[in-house]
């Protein structure tokens, strides 16, 4: 599978950001997709997930109640609704897929495709 994230760019803090990631394959029973994001001099970190099997999301404490992870079964795409950005959030944002455990969920290493990432700014 092959994966392509669009919608970043440059946002004030406050505003809102919807990213997306294009799967070249339909995403079926087992597989968990996720966001993940890397700001320059820190490793790479997750951000939110979802499990195809059983239809569950996961966020990072730092983003719960502001990002939404959803999906468009049909067009084979996932997106993340950012709101209320703050600079904290400014980052590359990387959509990946795998097959983790369900704790498991937030490694980095447990995801085998990723997508080439977006650049997130978010100007105060």
């Known amino acids: 599978v092959q994966l392509v994230e669009s919608g970043g760019g440059l946002v004030q803090a406050g505003d809102s950001l919807r990213l997306s990631c294009a799967a070249s394959?339909?995403?079926?029973?087992?597989?968990?997709t996720a966001w993940f994001r890397q700001a320059p001099g820190k490793e790479r970190e997750f951000v939110a997930a979802?499990?195809?099997?059983?239809?569950?999301?996961y966020y990072a404490d730092s983003v719960k109640g502001r990002f939404a992870i959803s999906r468009n079964n049909d067009k084979n795409m996932v997106f993340l609704q950012m709101n209320n950005l703050k600079a904290e959030d400014a980052a590359i944002y990387y959509c990946?897929?795998?097959?983790?455990?369900?704790?498991?969920?937030?490694?980095?290493?447990?995801?085998?495709?990723w997508g080439q990432g977006t650049q997130v700014s978010v100007g105060s």
């Open positions: 394959e339909r995403m079926v029973s087992g597989y968990t």
């Open positions: 979802y499990r195809w099997n059983g239809g569950y999301s």
């Open positions: 990946a897929v795998g097959r983790p455990i369900l704790s498991a969920t937030t490694m980095v290493r447990m995801y085998t495709t």
